[in-house]
């Protein structure tokens, strides 16, 4: 099982990006889905949580800006970011809880990363 992000990139202050994040594999459910970051010199840190259902979590740095949505029948996560702040830049990973088979226990697993620079 592997996820794929992707549409990271640069973009100046105040504007808006979006990232996709497709899962591939076999496998017979994804329950959460979600994206983190991480900024030079810090931990990484959450962004938005999904759940299969629809339920969000989103970090306190990104309400109000940021909306985390998904395609259970694509097996994709995406992140719209808006109005972005220099402050946002940072490696962006998505990750999601799968169930590989049934009867067995959930792995998390976590995409490549990919950069987002906000800079004018």
């Known amino acids: 099982v592997q996820l794929q992000a992707s549409g990271g990139g640069l973009v100046q202050p105040g504007g808006s990006l979006r990232l996709s994040c497709a899962a591939s594999?076999?496998?017979?459910?994804?329950?959460?889905m979600g994206w983190y970051r991480q900024a030079p010199g810090k931990q990484r840190e959450l962004v938005a949580i999904i759940a299969r259902g629809g339920i969000t979590i989103y970090g306190d740095s990104v309400k109000g800006r940021f909306t985390v949505s998904r395609d259970n029948a694509e097996n994709t996560v995406s992140l719209q970011m808006n109005s972005l702040k220099p402050d946002d830049t940072g490696v962006y990973y998505c990750?999601?809880?799968?169930?590989?088979?049934?009867?067995?226990?959930?792995?998390?697993?976590w995409g490549q990363g990919t950069l987002v620079t906000v800079s004018s």
């Open positions: 594999g076999r496998f017979v459910r994804i329950n959460d």
């Open positions: 990750n999601a809880e799968i169930r590989v088979t049934w009867g067995r226990a959930t792995v998390l697993k």
